[in-house]
């Protein structure tokens, strides 16, 4: 399955750790050429100098996903940097657990900006090339709380998830013919997403995510999709814990 891996080009946001982080560091070891983005850019360098350490490709480029002038142009410099692009993963998230009644809407807006708007503008930038090129694969990280809702606490954080899933789907009815996209939907995956929650849930979180599984589990999940022969399309993927019930 390596072979349909090699010498792709991926981008993947949020790549400065947890999911994003071990995703290119999977891809870039079957013969993908990664390119990561993210806020954190000496975060970016660790995992681009083990990646090179290690005899793979991989470039670091800052990026704030809210903004689609940067998401635009860190598209178009991965593209310039590597001839082409196949490949998007649109990973960037948030997280902050708290009850509707605490009324915080600066998170609800900042998890709008990042896990809805970010993705549409990954989609935004990536979109027009892979239909020229009549190729290319979308993969948007959504979440088991895109599949059931997370309540009370995960209201908000639902809705932005079960945006990505029908986002996915329809973009998939519509370009489907000739480009590939795929939903991940992990369940408590060991990353930073936990530490999102700063209000009265995050003892409840924090004890929640004692069950996580690896970001190494949902890598492969992601590798397996693009890995198959061009005219198979893995449309959803749903991943969690043995032990997790939600």
Do not use: C
């Amino acid at each position: 399955m390596k072979e349909g891996i090699k010498n792709k080009v991926v981008l993947i946001t949020g790549g400065s750790t947890g999911i994003g982080a071990e995703v290119a560091r999977l891809l870039a070891g079957q013969g993908a050429k990664v390119a990561i983005a993210a806020r954190r850019k000496d975060k970016l360098d660790e995992v681009v100098a083990t990646i090179e350490a290690a005899g793979g490709t991989a470039r670091a480029y800052s990026l704030d996903v809210t903004d689609k002038n940067q998401v635009e142009a860190v598209v178009a410099a991965a593209v310039a940097d590597f001839g082409k692009l196949d490949v998007l993963i649109n990973n960037a998230g948030l997280m902050p657990i708290r009850p509707m009644a605490e009324v915080n809407t600066d998170e609800w807006d900042a998890m709008i900006d990042v896990n809805l708007k970010g993705t549409l503008y990954g989609i935004a930038a990536a979109l027009p090339r892979f239909l020229a090129q009549e190729s290319g694969h979308i993969i948007n990280l959504s979440s088991v709380a895109g599949v059931k809702v997370f309540a009370p606490g995960g209201t908000v954080y639902s809705g932005t998830k079960f945006a990505v899933s029908a986002i996915s789907e329809g973009l998939r009815q519509e370009v489907g013919d000739k480009i590939r996209v795929t939903s991940i939907a992990p369940g408590a995956v060991e990353s930073d997403l936990k530490h999102s929650t700063s209000g009265t849930a995050r003892d409840t979180v924090l004890d929640f995510y004692k069950q996580a599984i690896p970001a190494a589990s949902v890598a492969r999940a992601i590798a397996f999709a693009i890995a198959q022969p061009a005219d198979v399309d893995i449309n959803e993927i749903v991943l969690r814990p043995t032990a997790q019930a939600f």
